[in-house]
């Protein structure tokens, strides 16, 4: 777990659901933009995982916000990576159940098009752990890897990671290029609605995730699943982040961000709903830190 990923400084935020003004806190505290909403995080890698809409009251606006950024970022040397979110993929798919926005086909065909150019993931590495919306199964990585037999292996290098992720996307531009969505990339799980016992990678709840077979070997940083309070679930020593504590008003108000040092160090910074300042806690990577 330990290591320097790409020698940058790196934030990431989970699901957004519309509390633009939430985000836009988040972003200033981790000095990801100054208060006329300007990139000034210079080389830092700023990491989404997904679900940006619905619920909220601010959809359009908080991914406006996000575009712009994804824009500066590239300007001044960083990067901001969009990954796709169940919700994205509910929109898609023409499931308006919990829009609240004006135009939803419109915000369809813009997110197929972000797809296609590479602007909005499925999946994402940093060179030691894998980012998604609500994490990859052991059963769903098999798949990704072809039933290789280097799924047997343990070791998550990060070229096996690129793969995986690579994978993942290709994946979803296929859907995106066929109008369908089918497959384990997309399955839903039991808790969710679904018949799978697990869930694909935009479907499938945390718990499922940290019980199954062989989940603790690849390091994953997801969201999808709100923890309910100011705090991320940090698993087997920091291998497995969820950093979804809920900031829809109706899972909490609860904010947070994960920040990874260019030395490698994770430190979680969360806020209640009802606190003004950010608390931030260094997470122990397997007696790292």
């Not at 208060?35 to 990491?47: E, K, L």
């Not at 970022?73 to 829009?99: I, P, S, T």
């Not at 690579?166 to 039991?190: C, H, M, W």
Request: hydrophobic share 35%; aromatic share 10%; with cysteine.
């Amino acid at each position: 777990m330990t290591g320097k990923n790409l020698g940058k400084r790196m934030v990431a935020i989970g699901d957004v659901h519309g509390e633009y003004e939430k985000f836009r806190g988040i972003l200033l505290d981790a000095k990801l933009m100054d208060s006329s909403d300007n990139w000034i995080g210079g080389d830092t890698i700023f990491v989404q995982t997904g679900d940006m809409i619905d619920r909220g009251p601010k959809s359009i606006e908080s991914v406006d916000l996000i575009r712009s950024l994804q824009e500066g970022a590239q300007k001044a040397g960083g990067r901001v990576v969009r990954l796709f979110g169940n919700h994205e993929l509910m929109l898609l798919e023409g499931d308006h159940r919990y829009v609240n926005f004006e135009k939803p086909p419109e915000l369809a065909g813009q997110f197929r098009e972000e797809i296609v150019n590479g602007k909005l993931r499925a999946a994402w590495p940093d060179g030691i752990r894998l980012f998604s919306h609500a994490g990859v199964r052991t059963k769903l990585r098999q798949w990704l890897e072809n039933g290789k037999a280097e799924t047997d292996d343990r070791q998550f290098t990060p070229e096996r990671l690129r793969r995986i992720a690579d994978t993942a996307n290709q994946r979803l531009r296929e859907a995106v290029a066929e109008g369908s969505y089918q497959g384990p990339l997309f399955y839903i799980d039991k808790f969710r609605g679904g018949s799978d016992p697990y869930g694909g990678l935009f479907w499938g709840d945390a718990e499922n995730l940290v019980g199954s077979e062989q989940a603790f070997e690849m390091p994953q940083v997801f969201g999808h699943t709100p923890t309910g309070k100011p705090a991320f679930e940090v698993v087997d020593g920091g291998n497995l982040i969820n950093i979804d504590c809920g900031m829809y008003n109706g899972y909490g108000g609860n904010c947070g961000y994960l920040e990874i040092t260019p030395e490698g160090q994770l430190i979680q910074y969360t806020r209640s709903a009802k606190a003004e300042q950010f608390i931030s806690v260094p997470i122990k990577q397997n007696g790292a830190y």
